[in-house]
Every structure is written in structure tokens, then in C-alpha cells.
């Protein structure tokens, strides 16, 4: 339980020594700058090789690439189609049937990519009983079965309800979760 830009966690989590970050941030204009703190990190813990994928709105994408390309390199953008009802974006009077994944590796690297990647993933519907905000396991496993092999490390620095930990646990990664939200943190606290 902690907010992954306290400067304490360093001493647990060294730098360049994480594989992959996989992770859902809040989205909206308000939390813009979470995603550049989040860049910031993961271009001091992830390895050589290593990658950070992300989820983000579309409404803000714009904003989200620029703040990020400052502390990281674009790899590519993967696309999930959503399962179960889809939501209307009023302001924009669209029908939202895909979230955008963005896949960034450190400055002057190339990602450890261990086979081919879909950039195209048909998620499935979530119960969404542990949290409003709960993603499918589809996206993660996907992700962390191409980017890492056996016994790497995953971080979330977003846990959220834990979908990322289960994946990367389920295929035989390491993990390390961090969760702001003390409340959600203490529903899912794997050990």
C-alpha cells in the first residue's frame, strides 16, 4: 500500500530491475500528470529491453503520448475491443468499442520481445464487482506472456484489484503490486 512516486519505495524497488510494467492509471484530464510521473518512473526501474504498457482513455491520448515521450520511447499502440455494453461519450457523440493500450520501452532501447505481438486483443466482459474500474485478465495475460518469460518481473504501480498479479502469477512471473487506495488494497492483498 503506497503511491509509486514516494521516494521510500526505491529501496524496494531498485532501479533497472523490473522487465515489464503493466498497468491501467486513472484516466481524464485531471490525471495527465500521473501518466508522465508514471514514464518517469518506469525509465529508472524498468531493465534494458524492458516495457511499459499502459491503458489510457482516448479523450486525452493526445496529451498522455506527449507527456510520456518525454521520459520514453513509443513503441506501438495495441487495441482492445471491448466486451459487454459499450459506454457513449456524449461530449463527442461516440460509442466507445475499443481502449487503446500504449506500449513504451526505455529511451534508446529496443523492448525484449520474445514473439510476434497481436496489436489486437477481443477482451471479454467484467463483473466489475470488486472495483468500477476492474479490467479483463484477457489484456494482461496477452501482454505479459509475449513480453516476459518465467520467474521476470511484472509491476503495477496501479494494482487496482489485483488483474495484472493474477496474470503475471498465473504464468509464472514475479510481481509486485503498489495501490494508493488503502481500501481496495486490503480486498486484494495477494500473497
Same mark, same amino acid.
Given at each position: 500500500? &503506497?503511491?509509486?512516486?514516494?521516494?521510500? %519505495? *526505491?529501496?524496494?524497488?531498485?532501479? *533497472?530491475?523490473?522487465?515489464?510494467?503493466?498497468?491501467?492509471?486513472?484516466y481524464g484530464q485531471e490525471a495527465v500528470p500521473l501518466y508522465e510521473d +508514471? &514514464?518517469?518512473?518506469?525509465?529508472?526501474?524498468?531493465?534494458? /529491453?524492458?516495457?511499459?504498457?499502459?491503458?489510457?482513455?482516448?479523450?486525452?491520448?493526445?496529451?498522455?503520448?506527449? @507527456?510520456?515521450?518525454?521520459? %520514453?520511447?513509443?513503441?506501438?499502440? +495495441?487495441?482492445?475491443? +471491448?466486451g459487454g455494453a459499450h459506454q457513449a461519450l456524449h461530449p463527442r457523440k461516440?460509442? @466507445? $468499442?475499443?481502449?487503446?493500450?500504449?506500449?513504451?520501452?526505455?529511451? /534508446? $532501447?529496443?523492448?525484449?520481445?520474445?514473439?510476434?505481438?497481436?496489436?489486437?486483443?477481443?477482451?471479454?466482459? @467484467?463483473?466489475?464487482?470488486?472495483?468500477?474500474?476492474?479490467?479483463?485478465?484477457? $489484456? &494482461?495475460?496477452?501482454?505479459? $506472456?509475449?513480453?516476459?518469460?518465467?520467474?521476470?518481473?511484472?509491476?503495477?504501480?496501479?494494482? /487496482?484489484?489485483g488483474t495484472t498479479g493474477r496474470a503475471a502469477l498465473n504464468l509464472g512471473?514475479?510481481?509486485?503490486?503498489?495501490?494508493?487506495?488503502?481500501?481496495?488494497?486490503?480486498?486484494?492483498?495477494?500473497?
Open positions: 500500500h &503506497a503511491d509509486f512516486r514516494d521516494p521510500e %519505495l *526505491n529501496e524496494y524497488i531498485i532501479d *533497472n530491475s523490473i522487465n515489464l510494467i503493466f498497468t491501467d492509471p486513472p +508514471l &514514464a518517469e518512473f518506469a525509465s529508472r526501474k524498468l531493465k534494458d /529491453g524492458g516495457s511499459l504498457v499502459t491503458y489510457t482513455g482516448q479523450l486525452t491520448l493526445d496529451k498522455v503520448m506527449q @507527456v510520456m515521450t518525454k521520459h %520514453l520511447n513509443y513503441w506501438w499502440m +495495441l487495441s482492445i475491443k +471491448l461516440v460509442f @466507445v $468499442e475499443w481502449k487503446p493500450l500504449l506500449w513504451f520501452v526505455k529511451k /534508446g $532501447e529496443k523492448p525484449d520481445i520474445l514473439e510476434y505481438l497481436s496489436d489486437h486483443i477481443d477482451s471479454k466482459p @467484467v463483473d466489475k464487482t470488486m472495483h468500477e474500474w476492474e479490467q479483463s485478465i484477457v $489484456e &494482461a495475460n496477452h501482454v505479459i $506472456e509475449r513480453l516476459t518469460i518465467k520467474n521476470q518481473i511484472v509491476l503495477d504501480p496501479f494494482m /487496482g484489484t512471473r514475479k510481481f509486485i503490486g503498489i495501490e494508493i487506495n488503502k481500501e481496495t488494497f486490503d480486498k486484494i492483498r495477494i500473497d
